[in-house]
């Protein structure tokens, strides 16, 4: 077995880890990233490893920005780390124009109009499956069917289009990362520094108070709310804005489930509280009330 079948063997294993850490530590540690201030600025935490090719990278489609950040072993070479980023970019902008809702002629939209069925497509198929799955899995308070014009997997698309994004990326070797999109994102292994990923998730209304710190080798981390916009979320069973958090912030292994899972909160309020209970991969990680 060649070196990198080796490795890519190595984290195919791995299971999605998040720590809390001690919060007065890791004061005097800068984070590599942080989620909900404003900038969502990605921060330079130290240097890089000699042996590591450190890349930085963002793109912009239609509808959301994206920032991905490598963390490339040297072996892979810097055509190789290459090749692996401009087909995570080529992934997402494919995404953005294959199955957006917004536009025309995308496979959504398609499907809204009847011309096509869901089984036309794997990957269309593989998203209707996940937007019926979240519907179940929160007691409806998901629905891409109660949105006005039919189906509309946004809730749910970015997530979704940053994991197909990362698996680009391990399949080209690269099994360091994070991709980030707004207040949303998704980690695996390790920083440039060599440690793990120093995600400091801000409060999204209140700048005065210290950010929860996290520490990811693999997970997601899915926020709804945090643009301050208000009835960009609709209660699902009445068709009204959703009304009771300014946010809601949701962490777990999958960013389209933990996407899901934090819209369906924002419009629940505290009564998804419960979804997390009794050994859930998933955790509310912040839910702020509307005053």
Known sequence: MR??????ARW????????????????????????GSRSHRLDRAGGTAVDRISVT????????????????PEWLGRRGVGEALRDAVAELRAVDLTYGPNQPDSLVSKLRRDE?????YPPLADLVNRCAAMRAA???????????????PGGLLNGW???RAAARLRAAGVHDYAVLCGADLTVRGHAAHGGPWRVAVHHPTDAHQAPLTLEMT??????????????HVVDPHTGEPADQFVSATVVGPDLAVADAYATALYAAGPAGLAWFRNGSDYRALFTHRRR
């Open 138 to 152: 929160t007691d409806g308070w998901f629905d891409a069917w109660a949105v006005p014009g039919g189906f509309d």
């Open 3 to 8: 070196i990198d079948e080796q490795r890519r």
């Open 116 to 120: 096509i069925s869901p089984e036309s």
């Open 12 to 35: 195919a294993d791995e299971q999605p880890r998040t720590r809390w850490i001690d919060q007065s530590a890791f004061r005097s540690r800068r984070p590599d990233l942080r989620l």
């Open 161 to 163: 289009a940053v994991e």
């Open 218 to 231: 693999a997970g997601a981390v899915g926020t709804s709310g945090v643009s301050g916009r208000r009835g």
């Open 57 to 72: 990278h963002t793109v912009r489609t239609s509808t959301a920005e994206y920032s991905l950040l490598l963390n490339a």
